[in-house]
């Protein structure tokens, strides 16, 4: 008999909004931000953890929290969280790309898929990129559109810009973001 998995869920206030924080017993598994479009958690967990038993904490105790809290900041620009990511292979090489976006860079969708690629999966890169369930900490708010554009991003395009405006109005960047993968 296999034992169900727990998620832990806990929301949190952060200056970029409100924020729902979920982890496994591995790691976090989903962010949800505020006025997110899509199917939101409950779409997640029907496709990644359908039996998954939801435990409402009071408190987080791996980090994460205080993490967010300093990103959402500007006193953090490297994420050190512990992640059970759930998606396909294609995802997963599309945010193995994305986490080693610096911060306070962008980079197109089409430098993705050339970057994985698959240079003729520009939308499927976008989609992708739709479908991150860890957002912030796989920065896809640093994607955009070739000529410059913001293109989508699952908390509106209004906390995307306010995203790459914080951290392009913090002084020097460093060489490169963090390894997650």
């Known amino acids: 008999m296999t034992a169900m998995e727990t998620l832990f869920t806990f929301r949190v206030e952060?200056?970029?909004?409100?924020?729902?924080?979920?982890?496994?017993?591995?790691?976090?598994?989903?962010?949800?931000?505020a006025h997110a479009n899509g199917r939101g958690f409950a779409g997640w967990q029907k496709t990644h953890a359908p039996d998954a038993q939801v435990i409402e904490r009071r408190t987080a105790c791996d980090g994460t929290i205080e993490q967010l809290l300093a990103y959402a900041s500007g006193e953090r620009r490297i994420f050190e969280i512990a992640l059970d990511l759930?998606?396909?292979?294609?995802?997963?090489?599309?945010?193995?790309?994305?986490?080693?976006?610096?911060?306070?860079?962008?980079?197109?969708?089409?430098?993705?898929?050339?970057?994985?690629?698959?240079?003729?999966?520009?939308?499927?890169?976008?989609?992708?990129?739709?479908?991150?369930?860890?957002?912030?900490?796989?920065?896809?708010?640093?994607?955009?559109?070739?000529?410059?554009?913001?293109?989508?991003?699952?908390g509106g395009l209004d906390l995307k810009a306010r995203l790459l405006a914080m951290e392009s109005a913090l002084p020097e960047t460093p060489p490169e973001q963090a390894r997650l993968f």
């Open 86 to 154: 759930r998606a396909t292979d294609f995802q997963k090489a599309v945010y193995e790309q994305v986490a080693k976006i610096g911060y306070g860079e962008t980079v197109s969708y089409s430098d993705i898929a050339i970057a994985i690629d698959k240079p003729k999966a520009v939308r499927a890169v976008g989609a992708a990129n739709g479908a991150n369930p860890i957002p912030i900490v796989v920065p896809c708010h640093r994607v955009i559109a070739r000529g410059g554009a913001l293109q989508g991003y699952a």
């Open 14 to 33: 952060t200056p970029i909004g409100p924020l729902r924080i979920v982890s496994s017993e591995k790691g976090l598994v989903y962010i949800e931000l």
